[in-house]
């Protein structure tokens, strides 16, 4: 199982991937002013720099500025005769690293670069030019360490591996599970810049091969996404940043209408193929009786003949279609909407009369024999007018016209009636005593 990814810790208290050894190095960090005096007793600016910063180190004890103290160490080791100078800023170098390892430095690597040659210029220049290889570990550090880190972020592979089948409904949300492999493996900070309609948690996590991240997919429209992931990926030194882009695996989002018209056709498909019957009792057969009509359940069960004793119902809904949508997610949500109301008269054993509102009078009448077909033929008069309504649309009234005619259609239908489409066009068409099922369209949509 991969390991999940920590979160990233606020700055003040960023101790991101680091060992015990770099514990260590910073304690060994506070102490490096005694050895200072220890090897300098005769050089008195050293000495006397050595004291100060000794006496900084046990004030200022535990309160996170181990970084600062560093590079002020690093200055005094400036100071020194070349061979001792030279020696002690091997082990100031290992300092430096752990201490940008532990205090999450946010400083790019050529500020330090820039400040390191600057006070091997200024030695070299005032005080003796040999003294400038006291910055020769250091300065090396600062450029050589962060151009093969560079390299190596570039150059890893990172692949995304999802915890489930990627595959939703156009409106319904879909979780899962990120996991997130790096080859080589490589110890990061990881930050997520841009996701293209995903929500993932945490957003900025310190990676170290492998990790696992919680996904939230949100897509209103249907089709195969492949979102693009811009991601930041900065060393634990906080010297390097570079930015990647990951292609997350595809996404497999079902159209609304789709999915309804699925979802109704399994359920319908479970009514009687000869009518709306509802089974009320069983009785002995008797002559007469239709061999469809048999209970063959109850029959095996008394091992005598039993017929069903059915209820019939003949209720009629009729559904007004207004089969205008201002973009194509509102198109779905009305051919969604369409489908399930038509879905669940059947299933109360009602006829459905559907009227679509585009000047024609006659109806389509729907049974569970010819639902698919309905279906086909209902979704195809939908119409994407792919607009945006603003003020001063129907200026010269000609909306108010179309209305007029259209509600002249409607007003010849009986009730019981519902009136279906985008309340843009459908508000307006709504009569009393019958009820409207307006869908209200987005203006963003992905």
Same mark, same amino acid.
């Given at each position: 199982?991969?390991?999940?990814?920590?979160?990233?810790?606020?700055?003040?208290?960023?101790?991101?991937?680091?060992?015990?050894?770099?514990?260590?190095?910073?304690?060994?960090?506070?102490?490096?002013?005694?050895?200072?005096?220890?090897?300098?007793?005769?050089?008195?600016?050293?000495?006397?720099?050595?004291?100060?910063?000794?006496?900084?180190?046990?004030?200022?004890?535990?309160?996170?500025?181990?970084?600062?103290?560093?590079?002020?160490?690093?200055?005094?080791?400036?100071?020194?005769?070349?061979?001792?100078?030279?020696?002690?800023?091997?082990?100031m170098?290992?300092?430096?690293?752990?201490?940008?390892?532990?205090?999450?430095?946010?400083?790019?690597?050529?500020?330090?670069?820039?400040?390191?040659?600057?006070?091997?210029?200024?030695?070299?220049?005032? *005080?003796?030019?040999?003294?400038? $290889?006291?910055? =020769? #570990?250091?300065? +090396?550090?600062?450029?050589?360490?962060? !151009?093969?880190? &560079?390299?190596t972020?570039?150059?890893?592979?990172?692949?995304?591996?999802?915890?489930?089948?990627?595959?939703?409904?156009?409106?319904?949300?879909?979780?899962?599970?990120?996991?997130?492999?790096?080859?080589?493996?490589?110890?990061?900070?990881l930050?997520?810049?841009?996701?293209?309609?995903?929500?993932?948690?945490p957003?900025?996590?310190?990676?170290?091969?492998?990790?696992?991240?919680?996904?939230?997919?949100?897509?209103?429209?249907?089709?195969v996404?492949?979102?693009?992931?811009?991601?930041?990926?900065?060393?634990?030194?906080?010297?390097?940043?570079?930015?990647?882009?990951?292609?997350?695996?595809? *996404?497999?989002?079902?159209?609304? $209408?789709?999915? =309804? #018209?699925?979802? +109704?056709t399994?359920?319908?498909?479970? !009514?009687?193929? &000869?009518?709306?019957?509802?089974?009320?009792?069983?009785?002995?057969?008797?002559?007469?009786?239709?061999?469809?009509?048999?209970h063959?359940?109850?029959?095996?069960?008394?091992?005598?003949?039993?017929?069903?004793?059915?209820?019939?119902?003949?209720?009629?809904?009729?559904?007004?279609?207004v089969?205008?949508?201002?973009?194509?997610?509102?198109?779905?949500?009305?051919?969604?909407?369409?489908?399930?109301?038509?879905?669940?008269?059947?299933?109360?054993?009602?006829?459905?009369?559907v009227?679509?509102?585009?000047?024609?009078?006659?109806?389509?009448?729907?049974?569970?024999?010819?639902?698919?077909?309905? *279906?086909?033929?209902?979704?195809?008069?939908?119409?994407?007018?792919?607009?945006?309504?603003?003020?001063?649309?129907?200026?010269?009234?000609?909306?108010?016209?179309?209305?007029?005619?259209?509600?002249?259609?409607?007003?010849?239908?009986?009730?019981?009636?519902?009136?279906?489409?985008?309340?843009?066009?459908?508000?307006?068409?709504?009569?009393?005593?019958?009820?409207?099922?307006?869908?209200?369209?987005?203006?963003?949509?992905?």
């Open positions: 199982m991969p390991a999940p990814c920590r979160n990233f810790i606020k700055p003040g208290n960023m101790r991101l991937i680091v060992g015990e050894f770099d514990d260590v190095l910073l304690l060994l960090g506070r102490l490096m002013p005694i050895v200072f005096i220890a090897f300098n007793l005769g050089n008195t600016p050293v000495l006397i720099a050595s004291l100060v910063l000794l006496a900084i180190n046990l004030v200022t004890w535990g309160r996170g500025i181990d970084l600062e103290l560093t590079l002020l160490g690093i200055a005094i080791v400036g100071l020194m005769q070349p061979l001792i100078g030279l020696a002690l800023s091997i082990p170098t290992l300092i430096l690293d752990s201490a940008l390892r532990i205090t999450g430095n946010t400083r790019p690597w050529w500020v330090y670069a820039t400040a390191l040659s600057a006070s091997a210029l200024a030695s070299a220049a005032l *005080i003796n030019p040999m003294k400038a $290889l006291n910055y =020769a #570990a250091p300065l +090396a550090y600062v450029t050589l360490t962060p !151009l093969a880190t &560079w390299l972020l570039k150059a890893a592979r990172i692949s995304l591996t999802p915890s489930r089948r990627l595959e939703t409904i156009a409106g319904a949300p879909l979780d899962y599970g990120l996991t997130l492999t790096t080859r080589p493996r490589i110890k990061a900070t930050e997520f810049v841009s996701n293209e309609g995903l929500t993932i948690n957003p900025k996590l310190a990676i170290n091969g492998q990790c696992t991240v919680k996904v939230r997919a949100l897509y209103q429209l249907g089709g996404r492949r979102p693009r992931l811009r991601v930041r990926l900065i060393d634990p030194r906080g010297l390097v940043t570079v930015e990647r882009v990951i292609m997350h695996p595809p *996404i497999t989002v079902i159209p609304r $209408l789709r999915a =309804a #018209a699925e979802y +109704a399994a359920m319908v498909r479970r !009514l009687s193929p &000869w009518g709306f019957e509802y089974v009320e009792e069983a009785r002995e057969y008797a002559p007469g009786d239709p061999v469809r009509r048999v063959w359940k109850k029959t095996l069960k008394l091992r005598r003949l039993v017929v069903k004793v059915l209820r019939q119902e003949a209720d009629e809904l009729n559904i007004a279609l089969p205008y949508a201002s973009n194509e997610e509102t198109l779905d949500r009305v051919g969604e909407a369409l489908i399930l109301t038509i879905a669940t008269a059947l299933l109360s054993s009602r006829v459905v009369k009227y679509v509102v585009d000047g024609s009078t006659k109806p389509l009448t729907i049974t569970p024999r010819n639902l698919n077909n309905a *279906i086909t033929r209902l979704t195809g008069t939908l119409r994407n007018l792919n607009i945006k309504p603003v003020g001063g649309l129907d200026t010269w009234g000609l909306l108010d016209r179309i209305r007029r005619d259209r509600l002249t259609l409607i007003n010849g239908i009986r009730d019981p009636l519902i009136v279906i489409g985008e309340s843009t066009w459908t508000r307006s068409l709504c009569r009393t005593g019958s009820a409207c099922l307006l869908i209200n369209p987005r203006t963003n949509t992905q």
